[in-house]
């Protein structure tokens, strides 16, 4: 484990929250590092699509997850994961 896990680990015993696993541990130290939420052009970027098809993808209701904060349209990278693998090797019709 690394030091920042345990130090993460040891500050949420701390806390008293102790179902905590290494699954959360690591993405409480994704989202330290940075927003885990993706604006539509950095998301079509992290699934290797273009912004223009994640939008039609979005408005045809077959793209991933996405959240609406304020006016903008915002994805969170382990949706993005979650939408990808349950499409793995799908076509999409044009």
Known sequence: MSSVAARTLAAASYRGIRDMDDDDIQRANRARRGSP????????????????????????????????HSRFVQYHI???????????GKDFER
């Not at 382990?78 to 793995?88: F, G, K, P, V, Y």
């Open 37 to 68: 939420f993706l604006n539509t052009d950095q998301a079509a970027a992290y699934l290797k699509l273009s912004a223009r098809t994640l939008k039609r993808l979005k408005r045809a209701g077959k793209g991933p997850v996405f959240r609406r």
């Open 78 to 88: 382990d949706d993005l994961d979650s939408w990808s693998r349950e499409h793995a």
